[in-house]
């Protein structure tokens, strides 16, 4: 059987972008208050909050269609590191009951982002011809 790095491509650039969009839509839903509330209480600006929608919802969407695959996914790892850094980082070092890393979740949305970012969204994407695609 023949390779099909594209298809491979666009299958993780639909799950990545697809799982973390629903994040994103429940913090539209939702509001993004408690996160505001996190970054308060560590002394960061409450609007900063407001970058999440980025990361959970334009950056996905971006990967989903596959446009500017390459800086949606930057920031989409970017978004992760963040996320690890100001909710997850007692949890780097810790397996769950069950023998799994306590943020597995969060580590394959980093690294599927970083795969997307050097690799790009391969030949089944809306735009593939930049060197940001």
Known sequence: ???????????????TGILMLLHGINKITH???????????????EFIAYGVLIGEVVAPALLIVGYRTRIAALVFAFNCLIALLLVHLDD??????????????????????????????GEYAVSSKSNWD
């Open 1 to 15: 059987m023949k390779k099909n790095i594209s298809l491979g491509l666009l299958i993780l650039r639909l799950v």
């Open 31 to 45: 509001g993004v208050g408690g996160i505001g509330e996190m970054l308060t209480e560590k002394g960061i600006p």
């Open 92 to 121: 780097v070092f810790t397996l769950t009951k069950h023998g799994g890393w306590a943020s597995e979740l969060l580590g394959l949305y980093f690294f599927g982002s970083l795969v997307l970012f050097f690799t790009g969204g």
